[in-house]
């Protein structure tokens, strides 16, 4: 369960990033959130993970408060919560089967270097992840010579990985084409049925959320505007 309590976010520089904000996301769900930019998308998502910090309110994401969480409670939050970015954010020079690697670090501390020995059952569970998004046999090519679908399917790769209990996904169709959109959509929300994964992601497009969100909510100016099904928002529109 995702649960937000009264929470607002004031950036440094006094503009609201969220207004009194009330929501409860229970576990498994998959949520889009929809709005134009500004809206508070970004903002939303990223207090999730502690990203960004909430002003005031309270926030409990799986029993836990990231409201006043210290950096230990966040590195530790941060390791169950995985995100995935408009850019990738891969490691462009270096293989794909050690950009999913990375996930392995955010999930066990122990995992001994990015460039030296890795332990089998992380190597396994890397394996895993690239064969649940159908590129395995990428594994050992460079991230730069994927296409753009590919590179985000790494990036979901390396979150599941983690083996998070909610995975946050912030626009990160923005910088496909539709149909290749439509493919990382289709994934996330297998991905979602599969593992049952609680996962929100973040949309411009308001198509593509009726198409795979289980429950759409829009944002404008930091508030929730409308919090339903796809068929509900079909009525709203
Ligand atoms: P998006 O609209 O895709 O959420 P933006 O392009 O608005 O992203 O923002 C990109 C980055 O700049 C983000 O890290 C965001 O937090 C930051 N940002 C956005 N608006 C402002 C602002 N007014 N002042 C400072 N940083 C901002
Ligand atoms: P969206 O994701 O819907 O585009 P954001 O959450 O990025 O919206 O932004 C919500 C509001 O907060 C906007 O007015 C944006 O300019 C502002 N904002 C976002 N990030 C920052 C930041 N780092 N500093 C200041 N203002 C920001």
Do not use: C, W
């Amino acid at each position: 369960m995702i649960r937000y309590t009264d929470v607002s976010v004031r950036y440094p520089n006094g503009t609201v990033g969220l207004d009194a904000v009330d929501l409860e996301i229970p576990d498994g769900q998959f949520v889009v959130v929809v709005g134009l930019s500004g809206a508070g998308k970004s903002t939303l998502i990223r207090t999730i993970n502690g990203l960004v910090p909430v002003t005031s309110g309270q926030l409990e994401v799986a029993g836990r408060r990231v409201d006043g969480a210290s950096k230990r409670q966040l590195r530790e939050l941060r390791s169950r919560v995985g995100m995935i970015f408009q850019s990738f954010n891969l490691v462009s020079r270096t293989t794909v089967l050690k950009n999913v690697l990375v996930g392995r670090l955010h999930a066990t501390p122990t995992v001994p270097s990015l460039f030296g020995v890795y332990r089998k059952d992380d190597v396994e569970v890397a394996f895993s992840a690239l064969e649940r998004v159908g590129i395995v046999e990428k594994a050992y090519t460079r991230a730069s010579q994927l296409s753009g679908g590919q590179q985000q399917r790494v990036a979901i790769a390396r979150v599941l990985a983690q083996q998070p209990e909610v995975i946050l996904a912030d626009e990160p169709v923005a910088s496909l084409d539709p149909p290749t959109a439509n493919l990382v959509m289709r994934d996330l929300q297998r991905i979602n049925r599969e593992l049952g994964i609680t996962t929100v992601v973040n949309l411009h497009f308001l198509d593509l959320a009726r198409t795979y969100a289980q429950r759409i909510i829009g944002m404008r100016a930091g508030k929730i505007v409308f919090d339903g099904t796809p068929s509900e928002a079909d009525d709203a529109v």
